[in-house]
Nanobody, 117 residues
Framework: VQLQASGGGLVAAGGSLRLSCAASGRIFSSAVMGWFRQVPGKEREFVAVVRWGVGSTYYSDSVKGRFTLSRDKPKNTVYLQMNSLKPEDTAVYYC???????????WGQGTLVTVSS
């Protein structure tokens, strides 16, 4: 299983970015894909996930209302649209895949998002 993430970068506070993650292989309807993030020196933090089959989405309280997770099933890709970004959103964002909402099995290589104040 490979997860190829892209879309990170530097943005000013209040701005927007969109992260993409393309997964290799077949994705079963029971799969869960999404994003976690990590600030150096801190534990990885849940951001958002989607149930691949039904499309149900789950968000952390810290991003709810600002971030939107979507999936493109034919492309095996998930997108994280991040709006109204805050400096505290600065982190390395990891694409994830698994069957549990909060305990992924597979992790992508990470993409850095930096929000300047």
């Amino acid at each position: 299983v490979q997860l190829q993430a892209s879309g990170g970068g530097l943005v000013a506070a209040g701005g927007s970015l969109r992260l993409s993650c393309a997964a290799s292989g077949r994705i079963f309807s029971s799969a869960v894909m999404g994003w976690f993030r990590q600030v150096p020196g801190k534990e990885r933090e849940f951001v958002a996930v989607v149930r691949w089959g039904v499309g149900s989405t789950y968000y952390s309280d810290s991003v709810k209302g600002r971030f939107t997770l979507s999936r493109d099933k034919p492309k095996n890709t998930v997108y994280l649209q991040m709006n109204s970004l805050k400096p505290e959103d600065t982190a390395v964002y990891y694409c994830t895949r698994g069957v549990d909402l909060y305990s992924p099995t597979y992790w992508g290589q990470g993409t850095l998002v930096t929000v300047s104040s």
